[in-house]
């Protein structure tokens, strides 16, 4: 099983208090001190949009490199693909909603609209050498239109996987997902494709460990996590954080298949990020301590 740290994307777009790029930069050079190897570390959102997302430039120019650390980045049109283009981001990840009321708010499109202009999405960043992935957002329920099909998610993954994309993941954006949901969408994306899959969950009702545990159970190679638990969509009511990356890591070692991640590391990551926002961390693992 392998943690992509979306901390310093997912974690901070939601926050009230907009952190300067010096900042998130540092709080990236502690994840980096983590052994973390994947990290999603800005988003080419519109900033009048999601301003704590702003100087997306200005932290990709900022921040450490070593042999095998891959930054990615988050991407939703075509502007945005020419700035992760510019900034040099090691991966695109390329966002396709589930249901279009959603998508309309989150990125001004139609699920229509975001499959027709996403080959040349692709295409342009692959002539840049840099690979997409591509995040199925609400796959397990939409705040606007509620329940999202099974076969739904499967048609979008379908469309997708026939372009060249390293990876699909499904996100449940809103935390809504229970064990049985995650068996029964990655067999059905499992019927169209055998890209790799990597999960994104929320923790909103306290069932994303539980989502975590099946997901790995399924064959899911990758889940996403945030330090302390930080985290939201600015454009779904009460969104609240994603699975936290300590308390994922518990969970893993715990199970027999952690990632080779310092946990000591990412508690002390957690507690810079959430000093500077002034909040307290979702994560029990820094209150409760590890075991033995």
Known sequence: MNIVEVGPRDGLQNEKRSLDAATRVRYIEMIVDTGVDRIEAVSFARPDRVPQMAHAEE???????????????????????ERAIACGV????????????FSRRNQGA????????????????????IPSTVTI??????????????????????????????????ADTIGVAVPRDVHE????????????????????????????????????QT????????????????ATGNIATEDLLYLAERSGWAPTVDREQVIAATAFIT???????????????GFP
């Open 223 to 238: 889940l996403d996590a945030s330090t302390g638990g930080i985290g939201g969509c600015p454009f779904a009511p009460a």
């Open 275 to 289: 000093g500077e926002l002034s909040v307290q961390p979702d994560a029990l693992l820094g209150r409760a301590g």
């Open 90 to 101: 090691d991966e695109a990840n390329i966002v396709i909603v589930a249901t279009d009321e």
């Open 59 to 81: 932290v990709m120019a900022g921040v450490p490199h070593r042999a095998g650390l891959r930054y990615s980045g988050l991407v939703m049109n075509p502007k945005g693909v």
């Open 110 to 129: 139609t699920v229509r609209e975001s499959l027709d202009r996403l080959p040349a999405m692709i295409d342009a960043l692959g002539a840049a050498g």
């Open 137 to 170: 957002g609400a796959s397990f329920g939409c705040p606007f239109e509620g329940e999202v099909p099974v076969d739904r998610v499967g048609e979008i993954a379908a469309a997708v996987a026939s372009l060249p994309i390293a990876e699909l993941a499904l």
């Open 185 to 220: 969408r990655v067999a059905r994306v499992r019927e169209v494709t055998d890209l790799p899959l990597r999960l994104h969950l929320h923790n909103t009702r306290n069932t994303g460990y539980a989502n975590a545990v099946a997901g790995v159970e399924a064959g899911v």
